[in-house]
């Protein structure tokens, strides 16, 4: 099946500061997701790209959908304690019908105050 | 809060015993979806209905089925539980025309 690189695995850095994660595919996608998850808790969407190039934010977080379809990248400023969790990536082929995601093996924060 | 109830949120059973989880959503969506996840491996789509009675596998389905009677509720079963089955499974829903899917808060599953 398809598989979707995530990197880093994890990090660890200093409140404040911003981070940078990304994602990248051996196919191509139509949409690109970034999801965040708490521990015990499912994954909550951040931000939804659809189109080649778009660059998209939300609060804090700036997304981006790469030229190519293959990649994507996620970038947090002026990271805070709660950014704390696991950041997934998933990438879909088909909108029009049912939207079979597939997910990175996700990005570990931790922020240290 | 897309209205997505998972239930039983934990359970631990017996290899070879049969286990059945229920997702239950409260918005009328089409679109339904069971994902596990394990660590190393993300999340992993294992069936998903577009419909009353419509299902389909997923890329980790086998010793899985799945049954939609109802809109509202998508069911995942395990015929027998084997320790490879442990695991955390998400129920999801789609949300109007977009790709965008929205998840339950999980089901922790320990097969021993």
């Known amino acids: 099946g398809q598989q979707l690189n995530q990197s880093p695995q994890s990090m660890f850095i200093q409140e404040g500061e911003d981070v940078s994660m990304n994602c990248t595919s051996s196919?191509?996608?139509?949409?690109w997701l970034w999801y965040k998850q708490d521990p015990g808790e499912g994954p909550v969407l951040l931000i939804a790209l659809y189109k080649a190039g778009e660059l998209t934010s939300n609060g804090r977080l700036t997304a981006q959908f790469g030229i190519t379809r293959k990649d994507s990248f996620l970038n947090i400023s002026a990271s805070i304690p709660s950014d704390v969790g696991i950041y997934f990536c998933?990438?879909?082929?088909?909108?029009?019908?049912?939207?079979?995601?597939?997910f990175g093996t996700g990005t570990r924060l931790q922020v240290t105050l | 809060d897309a209205g997505i109830t998972q239930s039983p949120r934990h359970k631990v059973t017996e290899t070879g015993t049969p286990v059945t989880l229920r997702c239950h959503q409260t918005?009328?969506?089409?679109?339904m979806y069971w994902y596990r996840q394990d660590p190393g491996h993300g999340l992993r789509l294992i069936h998903y209905?577009?419909?009353?009675?419509?299902?389909d596998k997923g890329e980790v389905s086998d010793g899985y089925s799945v049954s939609r009677s109802k809109t509202e509720d998508f069911l995942l079963t395990l015929e027998s539980a084997t320790s490879s089955q442990t695991s955390v499974y998400f129920c999801?829903?789609?949300?109007?025309?977009?790709?965008?899917?929205?998840f339950g808060e999980g089901s922790r599953l320990t097969v021993l």
């Open positions: 196919s191509i996608f139509n949409t």
């Open positions: 998933a990438g879909s082929i088909n909108t029009g019908t049912a939207s079979k995601l597939t």
């Open positions: 999801a829903i789609r949300a109007g025309g977009t790709g965008e899917l929205f």
């Open positions: 209905s577009y419909g009353v009675k419509d299902t």
């Open positions: 918005e009328n969506h089409r679109y």
